[in-house]
Nanobody, 121 residues
Framework: QVQLVESGGGLVQPGGSLRPSCAASGSIFRIYTMGWYRQAPGKQRELVARITSGDNTNYSESVKSRFTSSRDNAKNTVYLQMNSLKPEDTAVYYC???????????????WGQGTQVTVSS
């Protein structure tokens, strides 16, 4: 199996920064695209950032220029540097990865359990 474990969420004041991370473990042969999604109360889950195995990134318009995603392929870990945080960034942030397991079928999506980010004064 494959597990994704997020950490690094929390409570921060408007204008502050957080850097959650997500580590993948298990019977991993290769990780392709990794991404961050978020879901605020009463809203649908939305894409925040996506990064390919070649470090190509794309971001939602609402976070572009404030958030930066990076990854450490040796550690199977993806990061989300979040700067200039706003109250509207408050949500549960989920990690997603497209993973090819060792000796098992085609790549498929895996999700983490989510980490809460709250931006409030």
């Amino acid at each position: 199996q494959v597990q994704l474990v997020e950490s690094g969420g929390g409570l921060v004041q408007p204008g502050g920064s957080l850097r959650p991370s997500c580590a993948a473990s298990g019977s991993i042969f290769r990780i392709y695209t990794m991404g961050w999604y978020r879901q605020a109360p009463g809203k649908q889950r939305e894409l925040v950032a996506r990064i390919t195995s070649g470090d190509n990134t794309n971001y939602s318009e609402s976070v572009k220029s404030r958030f930066t995603s990076s990854r450490d392929n040796a550690k199977n870990t993806v990061y989300l540097q979040m700067n200039s945080l706003k109250p509207e960034d408050t949500a549960v942030y989920y990690c997603n990865a497209d993973v090819k397991r060792t000796g098992v079928g085609p790549p498929r999506d895996y999700w983490g359990q989510g980490t809460q980010v709250t931006v409030s004064s």
